[in-house]
């Protein structure tokens, strides 16, 4: 099994919950699965552009436009881009680290995922055929830390939103999530407890695809 990490995160682990999350998560993974194929990407180390009209053009246009050469200024646009989507479209299992952010992804995270989620990249759309993906993604983990308490369905939530619709576009619909709220430790005296809640439902879940990879294989 091939699992990509993407992690949003600047902070050293001893200071990142989020971070943390990751640490219990592939620590049971690797404990159960040794031979797994993991790729980790540091958005800090690995920073997305931001999206441009040249990445439009060079994303967009074939799709729109008949006959249309892309510039060379064009072609350059989608280095990145196409270099984080082989790396997408080769996983089976994607995980998502990162911090809430004003209610949100942080933009670092949703800069990635504009440069991914891209046509003729990850996947294809036409009239005929709509969306057809070219990844083998089947489930995405998200492991998120935050400051506040939230809800379930909370209408501050802005982030487990934009996942799922960004990756549901494509086909993605199972997206688990661990999520260590109310880390505030000036608003929330329980906040150690909750952070290992929050540890535990991630090695939870890591025995989970370890357990239902192992089936697979039989």
């Known amino acids: 099994m091939n699992i990509l990490h993407v992690c949003a995160n600047p902070k050293p682990t001893e200071e990142s919950v989020s971070k943390q999350l990751a640490a219990a998560f592939f620590g049971k993974i690797i404990e159960l699965m040794p031979n797994v194929e993991l790729v980790n990407v540091d958005l800090y180390d690995e920073k997305p552009p931001y999206y441009t009209y040249d990445l439009y053009k060079r994303a967009w246009y074939p799709i729109l436009k008949e006959n ?4 060379k200024a064009e072609e350059a646009s989608i280095n990145y881009a196409s ?47 709509g ?9 995405i983990v998200l492991l998120v830390a935050s400051g506040g308490v ?3 369905e909370d209408e501050r939530d802005a982030l487990t939103r934009q996942v799922r619709a960004a990756f549901g576009f494509i086909g993605i619909s199972d997206i688990e999530i661990v999520w260590a709220d109310g880390q505030n430790p000036l608003f929330n005296m329980d906040h150690e407890q909750r ?24």
């Open 195 to 218: 952070k290992e809640i929050a540890l535990e439902a991630a090695a939870e879940i890591a025995e989970d695809i370890a357990e239902l990879e192992a089936v697979a294989a039989e």
């Open 131 to 139: 969306i057809k993906p070219l990844h083998k993604v089947r489930s």
């Open 68 to 71: 249309h050469k892309p510039t």
């Open 150 to 152: 939230y809800k379930e």
């Open 83 to 129: 270099q984080q989507a082989d790396k997408f479209n080769s996983a089976d299992v994607l995980v998502l680290t990162m911090p809430m952010w004003n209610f949100t992804v942080p933009a670092i995270m949703k800069a990635w995922m504009d440069q991914v989620l891209c046509p003729g990249l990850t996947f294809n759309i036409s009239p005929e055929e």
